[in-house]
């Protein structure tokens, strides 16, 4: 199956930047949309960001909007978020995740990398 690796998560001062990465292994990633969510210590995991298979589609969340945007490389099966501006309510821990190679669902999950911003 579908195996994710997030990367290029730490810690960081508000105003500044970091750019996550996701490499993915495993058969179809170019046939998968690929997503972003974040869960902070006492919250339920939340949506970040979203993109289709061919870059066709892009979507974020409200509170993400004009910050962050979503990438990616289906010639390196990699997906980026490129975090800009960064808050400390942006601080969590940062999932990426896969559809079905045949479905909508998310399904599959990295284990996640920090993402602490102070100040």
């Known amino acids: 199956q579908v195996q994710l690796v997030e990367s290029g998560g730490g810690l960081v001062q508000a105003g500044e930047s970091l750019k996550l990465s996701c490499a993915a292994s495993?058969?179809?990633?170019?046939?998968?949309?690929m997503g972003w969510f974040r869960q902070a210590p006492g919250k339920d995991r939340e949506f970040v960001a979203s993109i289709s298979s061919r870059s066709v589609t892009t979507n974020y969340a409200d509170s993400v909007k004009g910050r962050f945007t979503i990438t990616r490389d289906n010639a390196k099966n990699t997906v980026y978020l490129q975090m800009n501006s960064l808050k400390p309510e942006d601080t969590a821990v940062y999932y990426c995740?896969?559809?079905?190679?045949?479905?909508?669902?998310?399904?599959?999950w990295g284990q996640g990398t920090q993402v602490t911003v102070s100040s």
């Open positions: 995740t896969a559809t079905r190679s045949t479905g909508l669902a998310w399904t599959y």
């Open positions: 495993g058969p179809s990633f170019s046939n998968r949309n």
